[in-house]
């Protein structure tokens, strides 16, 4: 899994494939660290250092938005991911409504939460850990620039209590939560 997310030729539609092929067989491989101690949502989420890094001039952030909700679908609550809300791009916008082009069925366009929601969601800290953090929704269908006209862009945009916006690549209780239930147990 981490040499697939390391490879930022592939489109959006092969990464979902191969994510749910490697997920069903073997979800705890989303949860193994490299050297550095970064599981493979961690090099996707860095899509854009992977890209520079292979001298690619456009970036490709099919990684990113194919491995979360893969580790959503696939990976049980025990197995933790390192998956986050992560922070927003300064070029990053929430526009409200998926694009026309979106090619993900419309019942899996519904959400839970609305503008003005309370919330908490999981958030990286130093050290490769998460917490959890209350916000607010302050945006739907958030979209960076590169991503592709057929991904529906990111469920939230939250403005964290602490300061800080921050996007839920999906709606799922694994990285985004109502603020009364809380977090969920340890792990």
């Not at 839970?112 to 999981?122: Q, S, Y």
Request: hydrophobic share 40%; charged share 20%.
């Amino acid at each position: 899994l981490l040499m697939v997310v390391l490879n930022p030729y592939s489109s959006l539609e092969e990464l979902h494939k191969v994510f749910q092929l490697l997920l069903t067989a073997n979800p705890r491989l989303a949860a193994e660290r490299d050297g550095f101690k970064l599981a493979p949502f961690n090099w996707a989420a860095d899509y854009d250092n992977v890209c520079s890094q292979h001298g690619l001039k456009t970036l490709n952030a099919a990684t990113l938005l194919a491995i979360l909700p893969a580790i959503a679908a696939y990976c049980p609550p025990e197995v933790d991911a390192g998956e986050t809300c992560l922070k927003v791009s300064p070029t990053g916008v929430s526009v409200g409504a998926p694009p026309a082009k979106c090619q993900v069925p419309a019942e899996q366009l519904s959400l839970r939460f609305l503008e003005g929601d309370r919330v908490i969601c999981r958030v990286p800290v130093p050290g490769n850990a998460c917490e959890w953090e209350e916000g607010v929704v302050i945006g739907t269908w958030y979209r960076e620039r590169c991503w592709p006209a057929s991904h529906p862009g990111a469920a939230y945009e939250i403005l964290l209590d602490l300061g800080g916006r921050f996007f839920a690549l999906t709606d799922h209780d694994r990285i985004v939560r109502r603020e009364a239930s809380g977090p969920p147990p340890a792990k």
